[in-house]
């Protein structure tokens, strides 16, 4: 076996190590020259101390990062692990679903509420929206006229108010139809007119002959009296008692009413007065 001898320290190395192994010496040119000629054999460059240094300093770059690595999984705990989301977050589902959903509609000027689909307007028509009440139910305005009948605000807080005014509209309908039969039917039996009585119908049908009732409001309801004013229009004769000649005259009356309702009659009191 081919060996030489350190020349710094004296140790014999191997024909192949081109550096003394105690000493780090080089070996001597005759050596190298001697170890290039056998066969297999190359000269090997041993590492430099330089090249330790950087080794060492990588190493300790990689021990770092994997410590790094380490204390970033266990501070964030099971459920991050696991891919779960912290609260407040968005997750990658949640986030692409929001990115693919369609736009928000914008609203018109001209229309508020109403999307802008951008279709036209023409043949569009906007309702405004019926308000809810706290039951759920579409709130319901107060009544403000039943056929011949306008109601007063102050009428139409009380709850019979449509059906009240519904009976005044029957009464002026028949008076202005000449119909004695449609105009009684709403007095009760026993009252100022009876219904039932022939005798009694034809002689107010005969009062009425000429009469035509207009700009009929039903202005209040407290308990079972109706408070109305109406003008009313006939021949001359047939005016009120105290201006039989009178062919326009005003009127407001106090109505007697059952629970039915139905008319009694009239209270004492009644306003007339020649139309302005």
């Given at each position: 076996m081919i060996e030489w001898r350190c020349p710094e320290c004296g140790t014999a190395n191997d024909a192949s190590a081109p550096r003394c192994l105690v000493c780090d010496g080089a070996a001597p040119e005759a050596a190298v020259v001697a170890m290039t000629s056998l066969p297999g054999t190359h000269r090997r460059r041993a590492p430099e101390p330089s090249d330790r240094w950087r080794l060492a300093g990588i190493a300790a770059v990689v021990l770092a990062v994997l410590l790094a690595a380490g204390y970033l999984i266990l501070d964030t705990g099971p459920e991050s692990a696991a891919g779960t989301t912290a609260p407040g977050s968005e997750s990658g589902s949640e986030a692409g679903a929001a990115s693919l959903a369609a736009p928000e509609a914008t609203v018109r000027e001209d229309a508020p509420g109403v999307p802008d689909?951008?279709?036209p307007d023409e043949g569009l028509t906007w309702v405004e929206p019926s308000p809810v009440t706290e039951a759920g139910t579409a709130y319901q305005p107060p009544p403000t006229r039943a056929g011949l009948v306008s109601i007063a605000p102050e009428a139409a807080a009380d709850h019979r108010a449509a059906e009240i005014a519904a009976l005044f509209d029957t009464y002026f309908t028949g008076i202005n139809a000449h119909d004695p039969t449609v105009a009684t039917r709403v007095f009760a039996p026993g009252g100022v007119v009876d219904p039932g009585d022939a005798t009694q119908v034809a002689a107010f049908n005969a009062d009425t002959a000429t009469t035509q009732d207009s700009d009929v409001w039903l202005l209040a309801v407290d308990g079972d009296v109706a408070t109305v004013s109406f003008t009313s229009s006939q021949a001359p004769?047939?005016?009120?008692?105290?201006?039989?000649?009178?062919?326009?005259?005003?009127?407001?009356?106090?109505?007697?009413?059952?629970?039915?309702?139905?008319?009694?009659g009239t209270a004492p009191g009644a306003v007339s007065a020649p139309c302005a």
């Amino acid at each position: 076996m081919i060996e030489w001898r350190c020349p710094e320290c004296g140790t014999a190395n191997d024909a192949s190590a081109p550096r003394c192994l105690v000493c780090d010496g080089a070996a001597p040119e005759a050596a190298v020259v001697a170890m290039t000629s056998l066969p297999g054999t190359h000269r090997r460059r041993a590492p430099e101390p330089s090249d330790r240094w950087r080794l060492a300093g990588i190493a300790a770059v990689v021990l770092a990062v994997l410590l790094a690595a380490g204390y970033l999984i266990l501070d964030t705990g099971p459920e991050s692990a696991a891919g779960t989301t912290a609260p407040g977050s968005e997750s990658g589902s949640e986030a692409g679903a929001a990115s693919l959903a369609a736009p928000e509609a914008t609203v018109r000027e001209d229309a508020p509420g109403v999307p802008d689909a951008g279709v036209p307007d023409e043949g569009l028509t906007w309702v405004e929206p019926s308000p809810v009440t706290e039951a759920g139910t579409a709130y319901q305005p107060p009544p403000t006229r039943a056929g011949l009948v306008s109601i007063a605000p102050e009428a139409a807080a009380d709850h019979r108010a449509a059906e009240i005014a519904a009976l005044f509209d029957t009464y002026f309908t028949g008076i202005n139809a000449h119909d004695p039969t449609v105009a009684t039917r709403v007095f009760a039996p026993g009252g100022v007119v009876d219904p039932g009585d022939a005798t009694q119908v034809a002689a107010f049908n005969a009062d009425t002959a000429t009469t035509q009732d207009s700009d009929v409001w039903l202005l209040a309801v407290d308990g079972d009296v109706a408070t109305v004013s109406f003008t009313s229009s006939q021949a001359p004769g047939y005016g009120p008692p105290e201006r039989p000649a009178e062919t326009c005259t005003d009127w407001r009356l106090d109505f007697l009413l059952t629970a039915d309702p139905l008319i009694m009659g009239t209270a004492p009191g009644a306003v007339s007065a020649p139309c302005a």
